[in-house]
């Protein structure tokens, strides 16, 4: 079993649409979840982290994480095709000092 | 906004050569660590370093593999005896554990070795 899981996709949605990722991961001892955003030749930046189980908006973001289920997911809403690229899930154990297990990425394809 | 620097941005070496990626982490972060990305494959976490030591490192972080943190500002990664296999895209990343903004990644560093 995989330790973070997402589907690969291309997942396709229209300009202004909502896109919904999703990620499950196998440590129920994993205490912190990211959603990195990389595109293609360049590295993994941050758009939102989430700790606790239920919603965390920030912006057009919004993470929900359920512990009991080992799900963490990610909507954008209102998609831009800047929006267009591969959105990675990562855990990790403690709170900013462990070391981050990646999935393999989901990549999202805006169409305007 | 605090940066990771990393240099050099892409660095080509002939198998069987020593390289020293380096990276310069933000300066109030303590936490140091490598990743590397193969191409087409997900990010995989290499090693992990706090207060002058290494705290864990993967199964991948082999005898060829070595950090450094040689003058308070620096965090390297050096490959003794470079394989086909290390290229990669390398990122190095800091955090802090007190923070509300997760790990910061460097740009990375592409490694070819031919």
């Known amino acids: 079993q995989k330790e973070v899981e997402q589907n690969s996709g291309p997942l396709s949605v229209p300009e202004g649409a909502i896109a919904s990722l999703n990620c499950t991961y196998s440590d129920r001892g994993s205490q912190s979840f990211f959603w990195y955003r990389q595109y293609s030749g360049k590295s993994p930046e941050l758009i939102m982290f989430i700790y606790s189980n239920g919603d965390k908006e920030d912006g057009r973001f919004t993470a929900q994480l359920n512990k009991a289920s080992q799900y963490v997911s990610l909507l954008i809403r209102d998609s831009q095709p800047s929006d267009s690229a591969t959105y990675l899930c990562?855990?990790?154990?403690?709170?900013?000092?462990?070391?981050?297990?990646f999935g393999q990425g989901t990549t999202l394809q805006v169409k305007p | 906004e605090p940066e990771v620097t990393q240099t050099p941005s892409h660095q080509v070496t002939q198998m069987g050569q020593e390289v020293i990626l380096r990276c310069v982490p933000i300066?109030?972060?303590?936490?140091f660590y490598w990743y590397r990305q193969i191409l087409g494959q997900k990010v995989e976490f290499l090693v992990s370093f706090y207060n002058n030591e290494i705290s864990e490192k993967s199964e991948i972080f082999d005898d060829q593999f070595s950090v450094e943190r040689p003058d308070g500002s620096n965090f390297t990664l050096k490959i003794r005896s470079t394989k086909l296999e290390d290229s990669a895209m390398y990122f190095c990343a800091s955090s802090q554990p007190t923070a509300n903004n997760g790990y910061t990644f460097g740009s990375g560093t592409r490694l070819t070795v031919v």
């Open positions: 300066s109030n972060h303590l936490y």
């Open positions: 990562a855990v990790t154990r403690s709170s900013n000092t462990g070391k981050l297990i």
